[in-house]
């Protein structure tokens, strides 16, 4: 199975950078995914990480470390609209028929409160 | 538009009786999935679908069912087998060996009383 660790709250100031952790202990790996989701509503896709770096798309960063089954999500210039759970969530790894990329096990979320 | 389409948004039903949460989706997408949320927890697979007349249980199949008899459709029906049905379902839909982005319903937020 699969054990997916993140923080559960997180309090920020507006323009502040967050730093979101994630650790996950698989029996499979591929990828990991970081989602936003307000409350209430879908979860959106921010990103995708399946080899080790970083990987930036504007005021959102991930990194990835396959070796020490970690990530993290940069939140960067932080807004208002930020305040929302955050969700962390890994794929098995691909060859196995019965399992696709929407086929994910999730962390429990990391609740970031953005502060004027 | 392209979309996944969850209905409805909010539903409340008794104890004991069986109710069937709908998700279309017309993104042309192979693969669909049900997760259900509860509070403080991460999402949680129910049943997921890769090719029409088939699905898999998830990791928490029990008291579910689903049927996926159109490439569009994959409804959840939520037995009276379940034993706290309360919880907010989501739907989600994605390519298979393609875009690793899952694309997720508005959800539906079931109340059991």
């Known amino acids: 199975g699969q054990n997916i660790d993140q923080p559960t709250e997180m309090t920020a100031t507006e323009g502040a950078i967050v730093q979101i952790n994630c650790t996950y202990q698989?029996?499979?790996?591929?990828?990991l995914f970081w989602y936003q989701q307000h409350a209430g509503e879908a979860p959106t896709f921010l990103s995708y990480?399946?080899?080790?770096g970083l990987e930036e798309k504007g005021r959102f960063s991930s990194f990835l470390s396959r070796s020490k089954g970690y990530s993290y999500l940069l939140l960067k210039e932080l807004q208002m609209k930020d305040s929302a759970s955050y969700l962390c969530?890994?794929?098995?790894?691909?060859?196995?028929?019965?399992?696709?990329?929407?086929?994910?096990?999730f962390g429990a979320g990391t609740q970031v409160v953005v502060t004027p | 538009d392209g979309g996944i389409t969850q209905s409805p948004k909010y539903l409340f039903r008794k104890e004991g009786q069986n109710v069937t949460l709908s998700c279309e989706q017309n993104?042309?997408?192979?693969?669909m999935y049900w997760y259900r949320q509860d509070p403080g927890q991460g999402l949680r697979l129910i049943y997921y679908?890769?090719?029409?007349?088939?699905?898999q249980k998830g990791d928490i199949a029990e008291g579910y069912s689903v049927s996926r008899e159109k490439k569009e459709s994959f409804p959840l029906t939520v037995t009276s087998a379940q034993k706290n049905p309360t919880a907010f379902y989501l739907c989600?839909?994605?390519?298979?060996?393609?875009?690793?982005?899952?694309?997720f319903g508005q959800g539906t937020r079931l109340t059991v009383v």
């Open positions: 679908s890769q090719i029409v007349n088939d699905f």
């Open positions: 698989t029996s499979g790996f591929n990828g």
């Open positions: 990480n399946v080899l080790d």
């Open positions: 989600a839909s994605g390519s298979i060996g393609g875009s690793p982005e899952a694309f």
């Open positions: 969530a890994v794929t098995l790894a691909p060859g196995r028929t019965t399992d696709s990329w929407g086929k994910l096990q």
């Open positions: 993104l042309n997408h192979d693969a």
